[in-house]
């Protein structure tokens, strides 16, 4: 079945630690990339998105994603965290064999340590 | 404020009863997207349109739900006889349309059925 999995639930970081959080997705056929994240009583807003072009994107807030075609993979990156990035992170995806619908990951809460 | 605006915020309501929730996109979208998320999940694909036409409503999660977006403006989510299990936040999202556009999302309407 067509699918978003994001392999980490729960991770928890020391601040200025380096992150990475995995997303792969199932999809076949031409797909648009997109992380969300969502603070602590806040709303879904956007991070960073994948069109098209360059693999390596760079979002808000100093996170950077890369698309990797052969592996079905869009991980979400930053060098360095802080207390402020304890939220929780969705990876989705829009696919033209999917009915150009978007569909979410299950989710990945990070928290910070200060 | 994200533009996309959910009413109410928050419902509770008894078991079997019908509850309607309402969310006004900003303005210039053409597409419109609705997801109920659970704690600790994911946004959960129900339903979306693209102006006033239901692209995708198979995803709805029974035939107790049912949306409209009369005019292809606002738009509204309807659960009928409710059932505990119904209790999640629902959230509308708004995009100019295209798989590549980005969504914007609103506040949610949390719903507790007791």
């Known amino acids: 079945a067509q699918s978003v999995s994001q392999h980490n639930h729960h991770v928890i970081l020391s601040e200025a630690a380096s992150l990475e959080l995995g997303c792969n997705y199932s999809?076949?056929?031409?797909?648009?990339l997109f992380w969300y994240v969502q603070y602590p009583g806040q709303h879904l807003q956007l991070l960073l998105k994948?069109?098209?072009?360059?693999?390596l994107v760079k979002g808000i807030k100093g996170f950077e994603a890369e698309f990797i075609k052969s592996k079905f993979s869009f991980n979400l990156r930053k060098p360095s965290v802080q207390w402020s990035d304890t939220a929780e992170y969705f990876c989705?995806?829009?696919?033209?064999?999917?009915?150009?619908?978007?569909?979410f990951g299950g989710g990945t809460r990070l928290m910070v340590k200060p | 404020d994200t533009g996309v605006s959910q009413d109410p915020r928050h419902k509770i309501t008894k078991r079997g009863q019908n509850v309607t929730f309402r969310c006004d996109p900003i303005?210039?979208?053409?597409?419109l997207y609705w997801y109920r998320q659970t704690l600790g999940q994911g946004p959960e694909f129900l339903t979306y349109?693209?102006?006033?036409?239901?692209?995708?409503k198979s995803r709805l999660l029974s035939d107790r739900f049912s949306a409209e977006r009369p005019k292809g403006s606002f738009s509204t989510l309807e659960i009928q006889r409710t059932e505990q299990g119904d209790s999640a936040m629902y959230l509308c999202?708004?995009?100019?349309?295209?798989?590549?556009?980005?969504?914007?999302f609103g506040q949610g309407t949390r719903l507790t059925v007791v």
């Open positions: 989705a995806v829009i696919s033209n064999n999917a009915g150009n619908m978007l569909t």
């Open positions: 994948y069109f098209s072009g360059d693999p």
């Open positions: 349109f693209q102006n006033e036409a239901q692209l995708e």
């Open positions: 303005s210039e979208h053409n597409r």
């Open positions: 999809y076949g056929g031409t797909v648009n």
């Open positions: 999202a708004s995009s100019l349309g295209g798989r590549g556009t980005e969504a914007f």
